[in-house]
Nanobody, 121 residues
Framework: QVQLVESGGGLVQAGGSLRLSCAAS????????MGWYRQAPGKQRELVAT????????NYADSVKGRFTISRDNTKNTVYLQMNSLKPEDTSVYYC??????????????WGQGTQVTVSS
């Protein structure tokens, strides 16, 4: 059974910083990529940033470029999201995604339970 466990959300003032972490656990043979998505109330879930496991190729939403940085630690099956210069519009539930995870159950995508990020003005 593969699980993605997020941590690091919270309340911060505009202009502040937060760092999210997501660790994948279980019997994992390989991971294609990991990333972060977010969903605000009444809105669709949207991509924030992704990173490939092997080459570390990153992709960011235009709205976070220059402010957020995604990184990984392959030895820990963990992905991080450093969020700087936070804005009230960054307020959302942030979800970790594991893309193409191969485990005893086969190959599929997984989602974390979500962590709330609230940015006050």
């Amino acid at each position: 059974q593969v699980q993605l466990v997020e941590s690091g959300g919270g309340l911060v003032q505009a202009g502040g910083s937060l760092r999210l972490s997501c660790a994948a656990s279980g019997t994992i043979f390989s991971i294609n990529a990991m990333g972060w998505y977010r969903q605000a109330p009444g809105k669709q879930r949207e991509l924030v940033a992704t990173i490939t496991r092997d080459r570390g190729i990153t992709n960011y939403a235009d709205s976070v470029k220059g402010r957020f940085t995604i990184s990984r630690d392959n030895t820990k099956n963990t992905v991080y999201l450093q969020m700087n210069s936070l804005k009230p519009e960054d307020t959302s539930v942030y979800y970790c995604n594991g893309n193409g995870i191969v485990s005893l159950g086969g190959r599929r995508d997984y989602w974390g339970q979500g962590t709330q990020v609230t940015v006050s003005s």
